[in-house]
């Protein structure tokens, strides 16, 4: 009986040790992706308001239509985007609302005046019906987070 009792104690110790280890090490701490937080510099607090020295994007537009596509179809758009502000724009991070969207952003400054694409890429595969998708960018700017949507109408493929 003791050692029914002892065996269960040893085989929880070493399930919760496994689970552990399991998390400490299981995630990816390459930083060789990530930005420098000194890149990232945002001077504005919540009760401070920023002296206008700021980075600024400025996007010919932040919404785009692919209009009817049909299942199954990978498609592309390039957001154009200018930084119209007094400092160099650093984008930190651009995350999307779906696996099945991709978006790729500019790793280094953007000069002041200088302009650049953010370009989102569009997986239908499995997808069906009206599909709006947005694409939240993380960045030095005021405020820090800016929103990029995608949408389209899929279609089933001709059989």
């Keep these: 009986m003791k050692t029914r009792i002892y065996s269960k104690k040893i085989s929880i110790i070493i399930a919760v040790t496994a689970f552990v280890a ?32 700021l ?10 239509d692919f209009g009817k596509i049909i299942e199954g179809e990978k498609v592309t758009y390039s957001f154009k985007f200018k930084n119209v502000g007094k400092s160099d724009l650093v984008i930190a991070s651009a995350s ?11 790793k280094n400054p953007v ?12 997986n239908s595969a499995g997808r069906s019906g009206f599909q709006h998708k947005t694409v939240t960018l993380v960045a030095n700017t005021q405020p820090s987070n800016y929103t990029l949507s995608i949408k389209a109408m899929i279609t089933s493929p001709e059989k």
């Design 22 to 53: 399991f998390f400490t090490f299981s995630c990816n701490n390459d930083k060789s992706e990530k930005l420098s937080t000194e890149l990232v510099n945002n001077p504005n607090s919540a009760s401070a308001s920023s002296k206008g020295d």
């Design 55 to 64: 980075p600024v994007f400025k996007f010919e537009k932040d919404e785009h």
């Design 96 to 106: 999307a609302s779906c696996g099945c969207t991709v978006p790729d952003f500019p």
């Design 111 to 122: 000069k002041p005046n200088e302009e650049a694409t953010i370009t989102v890429s569009f």
